[in-house]
């Protein structure tokens, strides 16, 4: 007898390629147990979510706001997503501070999942990737100014990853 994988499809949201990082973590680590495909959500139009048993979103949070595609695609396809097992995560440095790192107490995530009105299977956040070095010189004294009136890492020199990968197969061994 043959045990049929369930389906999986990934799709993520990023800008400096930490999301995808995450998601490819995932992916990795569910290889066995799944039949999975990863994607990023600009190219997700290639692929019917209906064919898939399970769906992840995973989204970062860019001044105030997960980007405007994330929103389309879960509006687009509200109906599928009601009838499937899903995640959706967000990642950004809010998430860093203890008492915002819940969905529940992660503002850009309760805000988010309210105004695009869907109640994922399973919801998660955590705190993201911070590579000042990477960053052109705007953005830079922006994400510098923030994170000094929030009691951030501020040395514009360094990488800063914060993600707590704990938490991540924690989010894991629930799929
Ligand atoms: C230009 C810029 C703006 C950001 N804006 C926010 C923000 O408003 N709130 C927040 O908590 N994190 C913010 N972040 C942190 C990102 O969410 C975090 O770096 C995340 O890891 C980025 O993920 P990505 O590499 O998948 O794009 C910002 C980062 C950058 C570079």
């Not at 990934?10 to 147990?33: A, F, M, P, Q, R």
Request: proline fraction near 3%; include cysteine; aromatic fraction near 12%.
């Amino acid at each position: 007898m043959f045990w049929k994988k369930s389906k999986l499809i990934i799709l993520y949201s990023t800008v400096d390629g930490h999301t995808k990082h995450i998601c490819e973590y995932i992916s990795k680590k569910l290889n066995n147990k799944k039949k999975i495909q990863i994607s990023s959500i600009e190219e997700s139009k290639k692929f019917d979510l209906n064919k898939y048993d399970e769906i992840i979103i995973g989204a970062s949070v860019r001044y105030g706001y997960h980007r405007k595609n994330v929103y389309s695609l879960i509006e687009t396809n509200k109906e599928i997503l009601e009838q499937k097992k899903t995640t959706f995560f967000s990642l950004n440095l809010t998430a860093r501070k203890e008492e915002k790192n819940t969905p529940e107490t992660n503002p850009y995530v309760f805000k988010f999942l309210k105004k695009v009105n869907w109640e994922p299977t399973i919801k998660d956040v955590f705190a993201g990737r911070l590579d000042y070095p990477k960053l052109d010189f705007l953005n830079k004294l922006a994400i510098l100014f923030i994170m000094i009136i929030t009691n951030g890492p501020k040395d514009t020199s360094k990488t800063y990853e914060l993600t707590d990968w704990k938490r991540v197969d924690a989010l894991i061994n629930k799929l």
